[in-house]
């Protein structure tokens, strides 16, 4: 569904971010985009967004290039760069997510009834229906994280990407916001970039380690037979890939066979 | 109501009451979008213009407007390539803006503005002329809005997001800014730049907790700018006041007094938990 291939990125043409990446993200995915904080994590996500450009190589997205399908993706930013004390309703936010829909000069989206009623009955879905009216800064950290899903939601994409999704969110709620997602999974592929392995380590399906380089590990790997611990790319510069197992019951892992194979 | 039986004193509530519609509206674009700083620097850099009307015998509206507009793309530019360094370039704009004014004003041979006039305006002397100008503006501005309303509450809530759903957000910005930079210096002729900043600034921040929609801070912030108006103005009428000044004075008491009750709110026990958990 989308391709990474060969992708060098730097801001401004300083040192690299990110050095020949190369990803697949398939359908159905749920993939978890760890490793440490300036590794690159957020900025795979924005390349395949479209908001930034590589310098090398070629990402498409469903054989389109980025930023072209803009439905196809549902995008839910972190958390920081949003005003809490805007004036805006949770249900206003989410019928943000019409905007560009059959857009006419001047006028967004669909007409507003309609928007309206496909952004409640997607607030529903999320049990969200109760708080649509309230302002979104009433809300708490899970319940605003949903309404930005919702609001992703609103063009049926194919594919969702979060950025630090669970950030502001309590561990009960953390398992809680995790089976939502995991509940959505079987519509759409989704992608979570996290700090947090040990939470997502149950529910997703491969993970890509960034730390300047990727990392891949598809769903088999994870649940390969031989056991081994260390990838030289999380928090503390090293990828504790074990935790991963012990979130999945009877599983071990196989090393992947990356090039630097620095344990 | 004996204080309307003067013209100046309809004509500057007229003033008054338009004004507050104008930067109830403009004001709340300004106050969430964080560009209080950009407004203060249009609103000085404006001199520029007022000295170059002088200078070169040009009409004062369309120069100070040109002018103003000038000034604010460029500082939109700026703030749009470079956020990190736009507060340091919209200072420099600020100031060198105004110093130009004045630098002209002063090679102008026998003229001498009042920068006094220029800071807090002259309300009590509003032609009917300038209330016909205002009223157009503001009503240009009360179309604008409406039309582009959800345009401008996506990139004031969200920027990147409206960016990715195809919305023009550099062009709504440019827009946004545009319009700023006029009423800005309409207001300016009427009230002065420092009610203009009051003005802007002190309602829309009020009402922004408690408003959930943009258009209900739209329309609070206005009101509230009206009752500071009408109570500025009977209390500048009252006991002789320089008449913005008292505007001003009254928006800033009523300001600070609604966020020390907030605060003494907060320490009276049993409204703690209402307050802090919804």
């Known amino acids: 569904m989308v391709t990474v291939e060969h992708v060098d990125f730097s801001y401004n043409g300083e040192a690299l971010v990110l050095s020949d990446i190369n990803l697949t993200i398939r359908e159905h995915d749920f993939m978890a985009v760890i490793g440490p904080n300036g590794g690159g994590k957020s900025t795979l996500i924005r390349l395949i967004l479209g908001l930034l450009k590589p310098d090398k190589g070629q990402i498409r997205v469903l054989g389109e290039p980025p930023g072209k399908l803009t439905q196809a993706l549902g995008y839910v930013p972190q958390n920081v760069h949003i005003n809490d004390h805007f004036p805006i309703t949770a249900l206003d936010v989410v019928l943000m997510g019409c905007l560009g829909t059959g857009r006419h000069f001047g006028r967004s989206g669909l007409p507003r009834k309609a928007c309206e009623k496909k952004g409640l009955a997607t607030l529903e879905r999320l049990g969200m229906a109760k708080h649509a009216r309230k302002k979104i800064g009433e809300l708490s950290g899970g319940q605003r994280q949903r309404v930005f899903i919702a609001r992703a939601l609103m063009t049926r994409p194919r594919l969702l990407l979060l950025d630090e999704p669970t950030a502001g969110i309590d561990s009960g709620g953390r398992r809680d916001f995790l089976n939502l997602l995991e509940t959505l999974n079987k519509d759409v592929a989704i992608v979570v970039v996290t700090h947090d392995l040990f939470a997502v380590s149950g529910y997703v399906k491969s993970v890509a380690c960034v730390n300047h380089r990727l990392h891949y590990h598809s769903q088999e790997e994870i649940q390969g037979q031989s056991l081994e611990t260390m990838y030289d790319c999380s928090v503390e510069d090293v990828c504790r890939v074990q935790v991963l197992a012990q979130g999945l019951p009877g599983a071990g892992l196989k090393r992947s066979g990356d090039a630097d194979g620095n344990p | ?278």
């Open chain 2, 1 to 278: 109501m004996e204080i309307l039986n003067y013209e100046f004193m309809r004509h500057a509530l007229a003033a008054g009451l338009l004004t507050s519609i104008i930067c109830g509206i403009m004001g709340t674009l300004v106050v969430v979008n964080r560009i209080v700083f950009l407004s203060g620097g249009i609103a000085h850099a404006a001199y520029g213009g007022i000295g170059m009307a002088f200078y070169f015998n040009w009409p004062v509206i369309p120069s100070t407007m040109g002018f103003s507009l000038v000034a604010s793309l460029v500082m939109a530019a700026v703030t749009l390539n470079n956020r990190q360094r736009a507060d340091t370039v919209i200072g420099v704009i600020w100031a060198v803006g105004m110093a130009f004014g004045i630098i002209l004003v002063d090679l102008t041979p026998g003229y001498n503005v009042d920068l006094m006039s220029y800071l807090f305006g002259s309300i009590l002397t509003v032609p009917g002329s300038d209330l016909i100008i205002m009223g157009v503006i503001g009503t240009l501005i009360l179309f604008l809005v409406v039309f582009f309303y959800n345009e401008l509450m996506a990139i004031s809530y969200d920027e990147e997001f409206s960016g990715l759903r195809g919305l023009p957000v550099h062009g709504i910005y440019f827009f946004l800014i545009a319009m700023l930079g006029l009423t800005v210096v309409m207001v300016i002729q009427v009230v002065g730049l420092i009610m203009v900043i009051a003005l802007l600034t002190i309602p829309p921040f009020m009402m922004e907790k408690y408003a959930r929609s943009l258009g209900t801070m739209m329309a609070g912030s206005s009101l509230l700018g009206a009752c500071f108006t009408m109570a500025g103005l009977y209390l500048s009428y009252r006991f002789d006041l320089t008449s913005g000044a008292a505007i001003i004075m009254v928006a800033g008491t009523v300001f600070l007094v609604t966020l020390g009750v907030e605060k003494i709110w907060r320490f009276i026990p049993g409204t703690v938990h209402s307050i802090s958990e919804n």
